[in-house]
């Protein structure tokens, strides 16, 4: 079946530092998800992307799907505290508007220390 | 607000016993899923339901089974077949089937001690 990896698994750095995970699957997506999962919490929803090569910006946070539509990965610019918890990227193998079910990855957790 | 709400937030079960997990939502939304969440793994998905009445295998259902009689509402039973059923358990919808440009909204899960 459907396989969608994170790495690295986890990650420590120092308040604003870079980081960067990477979501790779086993077969070419429709559109890949963000989530991300306070410790403790549920996962929330952060953005969606549907194009190869698209990239989207949310403040501090960078997404990008890769060309072949089989790679993503999140960015983040100078890490906060705020920024604590476990990412995961969920991808789906039919377009948006016809039944599909997500993947989710593995997730990356991130700690943030000052 | 709108929302999902799952309860118990923490449920201890002895071995042999089955158990149910509550789902309800008032977001409207056509499509809820059931996943488990093990530490060190992604989301696995139990089941999911697209429509009232009806609902689909994931890749993880062997020991579970669900029901999807209101819109509102689709709880999930743990038997006494699911061999290791210690873990996390999180409930989602989505407003319909394949829609994903909101992504889904989970709830808050409960998690379930098998003892």
């Known amino acids: 079946g459907q396989q969608v990896m994170q790495i690295p698994q986890y990650q420590h750095v120092q308040e604003g530092e870079d980081f960067t995970t990477y979501c790779n699957s086993s077969?070419?997506?429709?559109?890949i998800q963000w989530y991300k999962q306070r410790p403790g919490g549920h996962p929330v929803f952060l953005i969606q992307?549907?194009?190869?090569?698209e990239v989207k910006k949310q403040k501090r946070l960078t997404f990008q799907f890769g060309e072949a539509k089989k790679n993503s990965s999140l960015h983040i610019t100078a890490t906060q505290t705020t920024d604590v918890g476990t990412y995961f990227c969920?991808?789906?193998?039919?377009?948006?508007?016809?039944?599909?079910?997500?993947?989710f990855g593995t997730g990356t957790r991130l700690q943030v220390t000052l | 607000d709108g929302g999902i709400t799952q309860s118990p937030k923490y449920l201890f079960r002895k071995e042999g016993q089955n158990v149910t997990l509550s789902c309800e939502q008032n977001?409207?939304?056509?499509?809820m899923y059931w996943y488990r969440q093990d530490p060190g793994q992604g989301l696995r998905l139990i089941y999911y339901?697209?429509?009232?009445?009806?609902?689909q295998k994931g890749d993880i259902a062997e020991g579970y089974s669900v029901s999807r009689e209101k819109k509102e509402s689709f709880p999930l039973t743990v038997t006494s077949a699911q061999k290791n059923p210690t873990a996390f358990y999180l409930c989602?919808?989505?407003?319909?089937?394949?829609?994903?440009?909101?992504?889904?909204?989970f709830g808050s899960g409960t998690r379930l001690t098998v003892v």
């Open positions: 989602a919808s989505s407003l319909r089937p394949g829609s994903t440009e909101r992504g889904y909204t």
């Open positions: 077969t070419t997506l429709s559109n």
């Open positions: 992307l549907v194009k190869s090569g």
């Open positions: 969920a991808g789906s193998r039919r377009p948006t508007g016809t039944a599909s079910k997500l993947t």
């Open positions: 977001l409207n939304h056509d499509a």
């Open positions: 339901s697209q429509i009232v009445n009806d609902f």
